[in-house]
């Protein structure tokens, strides 16, 4: 089965804080993706990479960044954490079928 | 015009009955379509795929594509209260190489 595990369950950061979001999945997949997924507003992807040290901006990525070091391992950074970005944070990585796994969440609030 | 249409419902079914649920897509160049269940306060977890035009059947799922009305739908036959959760629709663009998700469909089964 595939696995895509997030680092926290659950966080609560504080306005300006720099916030790091770890992702990490065990099948090989080339391409990870992060989305935030608010009421109403559906899944929003923030940032998407096709390979190692590579990302594509998605369609909302302003007041984030990603880092991409290693093939399992995908990070997002909220570089001075806002109020607005009170949300939750999904991780998804996905095989070469087109077939997309998500990680368990991390519920963000910025308080 | 969303490049993935779903009722947002609630669809509401009776324990036993069949559930419907359907989506419509804009993007003629979608080559792979995808449904997923997600519980309140879960991640996305996917269920089922369909590549080609007809039926796909897993269990008491089945998923429908008609690409030339570029439609698709899923059927959960008899429906359970445990299935009641919402319903994301997603197809995958070869052009943009990302998973489009439609709002997602609440599905409630009464027991």
């Known amino acids: 089965d595939v696995k895509v595990t997030q680092s926290s369950r659950y966080l609560v950061k504080r306005t300006g804080e720099k916030v790091f979001l770890e992702c990490v999945q065990d099948?090989?997949?080339?391409?990870m993706f992060w989305y935030r997924q608010d009421p109403g507003l559906g899944l929003r992807l923030i940032y998407f990479?096709?390979?190692?040290?590579?990302?594509e901006k998605g369609d909302i990525p302003e007041g984030y960044s990603v880092s991409r070091e290693k093939k399992e391992r995908f990070s997002l950074i909220l570089e001075s954490a806002s109020t607005n970005q009170t949300s939750m944070y999904l991780c998804?990585?996905?095989?070469?079928?087109?077939?997309?796994?998500f990680g368990p969440g991390t519920r963000l609030t910025v308080t | 015009q969303k490049e993935v249409e779903q009722n947002s419902g609630p669809l509401s079914v009776p324990e036993g009955a069949i559930a419907s649920l359907n989506c419509t897509y804009s993007?003629?160049?979608?080559?792979?379509f995808f449904w997923y269940r997600q519980y309140s306060g879960k991640s996305p977890e996917l269920i089922m795929f369909?590549?080609?035009?007809g039926d796909k059947e897993d269990g008491r799922f089945t998923a429908q594509l008609n690409k030339a009305s570029q439609y698709v739908s899923l059927l959960i036959r008899d429906s359970q209260p445990s299935d009641s959760a919402t319903y994301l629709c997603?197809?995958?663009?070869?052009?943009?190489?990302?998973?489009?998700f439609g709002q997602g469909t609440t599905l409630q089964v009464k027991p």
């Open positions: 998804a990585s996905r095989d070469t079928s087109h077939e997309q796994y």
């Open positions: 990479s096709y390979d190692v040290k590579m990302k």
């Open positions: 993007d003629r160049g979608s080559q792979s």
């Open positions: 997603a197809s995958y663009s070869g052009n943009t190489g990302k998973l489009i």
């Open positions: 369909i590549y080609s035009n």
């Open positions: 099948m090989d997949h080339e391409n």
